[in-house]
Protein backbone atom coordinates (compact mmCIF):
# COMPACT_ATOMS: atom_id res chain seq x y z
CA UNK A 1 0.00 0.00 0.00
CA UNK A 2 1.45 3.47 -1.28
CA UNK A 3 1.04 6.32 1.35
CA UNK A 4 2.13 6.88 4.79
CA UNK A 5 3.87 4.49 7.07
CA UNK A 6 4.83 3.98 10.53
CA UNK A 7 6.97 1.72 11.67
CA UNK A 8 7.28 0.57 15.66
CA UNK A 9 10.04 -1.25 17.19
CA UNK A 10 9.58 -3.61 20.52
CA UNK A 11 12.39 -5.21 22.13
CA UNK A 12 11.29 -7.74 24.71
CA UNK A 13 12.30 -11.19 25.95
CA UNK A 14 9.25 -12.96 24.79
CA UNK A 15 8.33 -11.72 21.94
CA UNK A 16 6.53 -14.52 20.55
CA UNK A 17 4.54 -13.94 23.16
CA UNK A 18 3.63 -10.53 22.46
CA UNK A 19 3.35 -11.20 18.45
CA UNK A 20 0.79 -13.50 19.11
CA UNK A 21 -1.10 -11.37 21.48
CA UNK A 22 -1.32 -7.74 18.35
CA UNK A 23 -2.33 -11.14 15.61
CA UNK A 24 -5.10 -11.95 17.37
CA UNK A 25 -5.89 -8.28 17.99
CA UNK A 26 -5.57 -7.18 14.19
CA UNK A 27 -7.35 -10.16 12.86
CA UNK A 28 -10.27 -9.24 15.47
CA UNK A 29 -10.58 -6.03 14.10
CA UNK A 30 -11.19 -5.59 10.13
CA UNK A 31 -8.81 -2.81 9.28
CA UNK A 32 -10.14 -1.29 5.55
CA UNK A 33 -8.18 1.75 5.32
CA UNK A 34 -5.10 0.27 6.73
CA UNK A 35 -2.68 -2.24 6.27
CA UNK A 36 -0.72 -4.06 9.25
CA UNK A 37 2.84 -6.06 8.57
CA UNK A 38 4.50 -7.55 11.92
CA UNK A 39 7.86 -9.27 11.57
CA UNK A 40 10.02 -10.68 14.64
CA UNK A 41 13.51 -11.67 14.81
CA UNK A 42 15.53 -12.47 17.80
CA UNK A 43 14.06 -10.21 20.72
CA UNK A 44 12.36 -7.82 18.55
CA UNK A 45 8.92 -7.10 16.70
CA UNK A 46 8.38 -4.79 13.98
CA UNK A 47 5.24 -3.44 13.27
CA UNK A 48 4.61 -1.54 10.20
CA UNK A 49 1.09 0.47 9.55
CA UNK A 50 0.53 1.99 6.17
CA UNK A 51 -2.11 3.88 4.77
CA UNK A 52 -3.24 6.27 2.72
CA UNK A 53 -5.46 8.23 4.64
CA UNK A 54 -3.12 9.99 8.03
CA UNK A 55 -6.30 9.84 10.09
CA UNK A 56 -6.91 5.97 9.75
CA UNK A 57 -2.79 5.51 10.71
CA UNK A 58 -3.51 7.43 13.39
CA UNK A 59 -6.19 5.46 14.76
CA UNK A 60 -4.24 2.07 13.79
CA UNK A 61 -1.22 3.36 15.58
CA UNK A 62 -3.07 4.48 18.49
CA UNK A 63 -4.37 1.16 19.04
CA UNK A 64 -1.06 -0.78 18.31
CA UNK A 65 0.28 0.82 21.08
CA UNK A 66 -2.19 0.12 23.07
CA UNK A 67 -2.31 -3.70 22.47
CA UNK A 68 1.70 -3.63 22.80
CA UNK A 69 1.20 -1.39 26.03
CA UNK A 70 -1.30 -4.28 27.29
CA UNK A 71 1.13 -7.03 26.13
CA UNK A 72 4.08 -5.80 27.29
CA UNK A 73 2.88 -5.26 31.07
CA UNK A 74 1.19 -8.61 31.07
CA UNK A 75 4.51 -10.10 30.63
CA UNK A 76 5.73 -8.31 33.24
CA UNK A 77 3.43 -9.69 35.87
Given amino acids: MKGIQATIN ?3 PDIAIVK ?17 TLSAEEDTLTV ?10 RGTFNSCMNWLMTALDSLSL
Fill in 20 to 36: EAIEAEITSAPYQKTEI
Fill in 10 to 12: VHA
Fill in 48 to 57: TISSVDLRAL
